[in-house]
């Protein structure tokens, strides 16, 4: 069965930093590009970053552009977000989400999600 | 404000047919880009409702359907029942954003 576990939230201190985790299994992992996807409270869906599958590049939204950095252990079937600078704004569940394909297509596997809260 | 625009609401009595729209632009659907639904049930992970424009994958409904023409791309759901009640996202790729983009989500209310 495939599964995605993120790990890693919590409170957070606005300037601050976090590290979130996302373990993958029942697949091939390092042949899919992987996403962060998070959802503000009461809000919709917004694509935040990604790692591409296969030899691999790291892609990011404009709102975490340089404060924000994705990388991927495929040795480790693991996808990480190291969230730098953090603002009240990047409080939201992030979704951890397997593409079908090697590229940014579509997500065809999600996990449950893990809470950042960012305020002092 | 989302690359991809979807009404934030509709409704409909069960046994209903009820569609969603999502407009987009030539750099993302005009573009040729696949759209892609996903259905959120309150308190849950989004999951796949329809990919490539109009695939359905394994144990989704037939009642839901994806179209796509021109710059926008439409959910069609024939049959409402209770159990759709849920948020609704279009998601495609943008080639100036270099990105994933998402609709802003349509709330279903089944009556």
């Known amino acids: 069965e495939v599964q995605l576990l993120e790990s890693g939230g919590g409170l957070g201190q606005p300037g601050g930093s976090l590290r979130l985790s996302c373990a993958a299994s029942?697949?091939?992992?390092?042949?899919?590009?992987m996403s962060w996807v998070r959802q503000a409270p009461g809000k919709g869906l917004e694509w935040v970053s990604g790692?591409?599958?296969?030899?691999?590049?790291?892609f990011y939204a404009d709102s975490v552009q340089g404060r924000f950095t994705v990388s991927r252990d495929n040795s480790r079937n693991t996808v990480y977000l190291q969230m730098n600078s953090l603002r009240a704004e990047d409080t939201a569940i992030y979704y951890c989400?397997?593409?079908?394909?090697?590229?940014?297509?579509?997500?065809?596997?999600w996990g449950k999600g893990t809470t950042v809260t960012v305020s002092s | 404000q989302s690359v991809l625009t979807q009404p934030p609401s509709i409704s409909g009595a069960p046994g209903q047919r009820v569609t969603i729209s999502c407009t987009g632009s030539s750099s993302n659907i005009g573009a040729g880009y696949d759209v892609h639904w996903y259905q959120q049930l309150p308190g849950t992970a989004p999951k796949v409702l329809i990919y490539r424009d109009s695939n359905r994958p394994s144990g989704v409904p037939d009642r839901f359907s994806g179209s796509k023409s021109g710059t926008s791309a439409s959910l069609a759901i024939t049959g409402l029942q209770a159990e759709d009640e849920a948020d609704y996202y279009c998601?495609?790729?943008?080639?100036?954003?270099?990105?994933?983009?998402f609709g802003g989500g349509t709330k279903l209310t089944v009556l």
């Open positions: 029942g697949f091939t992992f390092s042949n899919y590009a």
């Open positions: 790692f591409s599958g296969g030899g691999g590049s790291a």
């Open positions: 998601q495609s790729y943008d080639t100036s954003l270099s990105g994933v983009v």
């Open positions: 989400a397997k593409d079908g394909t090697a590229t940014f297509y579509y997500m065809d596997v």
